[in-house]
């Protein structure tokens, strides 16, 4: 049972352009979410999170919308670089003793010169 | 953000040795760490969270004799692949939660490539 979802195995984006990545959840009691990017044969890399008590949540090039009603969050990047290019997890957390983190199955992200 | 170390980052082992994997928090405390396995283009499973000080907590399915966990300092924890076989073949990644940091970001080590012959 896949409770976090990235149905989009890879995306391409030219250079300066904006980069959107989608992830859908099915557990009403995850309430905080977080983005990793990670390069090959290296370990994840967190980049933002958001609380579910946010719609929304900027850093620099990188903000990350809530949609809870939907049980959704993207993350958007703007302007895309070159070097963004790696692949991008989302992750949710359903709070309590343990801070699990269960992880989406990422999407390939390149960003074309 | 805070600094996790992972040793060895790639080991290959003959079929039936044991092989133990290193995690350090290298700039804060850890009471928790976490242990993931990562197949070829598939998402990091969480295998067993390790407590300071007390048994490590593992995920359905995941073979407690099989994968040791040891957490036996604020800074260190280990994994124990024991009597390896090819198809415990992984990469294998810790995590470990920054207590100074309200929110419930795990920081990750580099990861271990196990290659069983």
């Known amino acids: 049972d896949q409770q976090v979802k990235q149905n989009s195995p890879s995306l391409s984006v030219q250079e300066g352009r904006i980069s959107i990545l989608n992830c859908d959840y099915t557990?009403?009691?995850?309430?905080?979410f977080l983005w990793y990017k990670k390069y090959p044969a290296e370990g994840p890399t967190f980049l933002i999170s958001?609380?579910?008590?946010?719609d929304k949540n900027e850093d620099g090039r990188f903000t990350v919308f809530l949609n809870k009603s939907a049980k959704h969050l993207s993350l958007h990047i703007v302007p895309s670089q070159p070097g963004d290019s790696a692949v991008y997890f989302c992750?949710?957390?359903?709070?309590?003793?343990?801070?699990?983190?269960?992880f989406g199955t990422g999407t390939l992200l390149a960003v074309q010169p | 953000g805070a600094v996790v170390s992972q040793h060895p980052s790639r080991v290959i082992c003959k079929s039936g040795t044991s092989v133990k994997i290193e995690c350090r928090s290298l700039?804060?405390?850890?009471?928790?760490m976490f242990w993931y396995r990562q197949f070829p283009k598939k998402s990091l499973m969480l295998m067993a969270t390790?407590?300071?000080?007390?048994?490590?907590?593992?995920e359905q399915g995941v073979e407690k004799d099989k994968f040791l966990i040891n957490h036996a300092s604020l800074t260190l924890s280990t994994l124990t692949v024991t009597s390896a076989h090819p198809e415990d073949s992984s990469f294998y990644i810790c995590?470990?939660?920054?207590?100074?940091?309200?929110?419930?970001?795990?920081?990750f080590g580099a990861g271990t490539r196990l290659s069983v012959l």
């Open positions: 992750a949710a957390s359903g709070g309590g003793a343990t801070n699990k983190l269960i």
């Open positions: 995590s470990a939660r920054d207590p100074r940091v309200a929110k419930n970001i795990q920081y």
């Open positions: 700039d804060f405390q850890a009471t928790t």
């Open positions: 958001i609380s579910s008590i946010k």
């Open positions: 557990n009403s009691m995850f309430d905080y």
């Open positions: 390790s407590n300071e000080g007390s048994k490590a907590t593992y």
